[in-house]
């Protein structure tokens, strides 16, 4: 059984900084790409930041220059380093992960149950 588990979320002021990590666990035998997601009430659930398992990042316009995505493959460990947040960055925070699991022939799409993020004074 394959699951993530995200941590890190939490009551932030404006132009304040937080570090979401979610790590993969279970029977893994490869990891492919991993991402953040996030979803807004009454909004659809949008990309963040990806990174590929050579390394290469894409972001989401709205986060770029604040948000730094990194991710340790010893560790299964996707995280998500944010900086001068915004009230229009409160959302849930999903991670995602593109997984093989040992004694499968594909990979396939893992969520995380998500972490709240709340940007207000």
């Known amino acids: 059984q394959v699951q993530l588990v995200e941590s890190g979320g939490g009551l932030v002021q404006p132009g304040g900084s937080l570090r979401l990590s979610c790590a993969a666990s279970?029977?893994?035998?490869?990891?492919?790409?991993m991402g953040w997601y996030r979803q807004a009430p009454g909004k659809q659930r949008e990309l963040v930041a990806g990174?590929?398992?050579?390394?290469?990042?894409n972001y989401a316009d709205s986060v770029k220059g604040r948000f730094t995505i990194s991710r340790d493959n010893a560790k299964n460990t996707v995280y998500l380093q944010m900086t001068s947040l915004k009230p229009e960055d409160t959302a849930v925070y999903y991670c995602n992960a593109d997984i093989l699991a040992n004694g499968r022939n594909w990979y396939v799409d893992y969520w995380g149950q998500g972490t709240q993020v709340t940007v207000s004074s």
């Open positions: 990174i590929t398992g050579g390394g290469s990042t």
């Open positions: 279970g029977s893994i035998f490869s990891i492919n790409a």
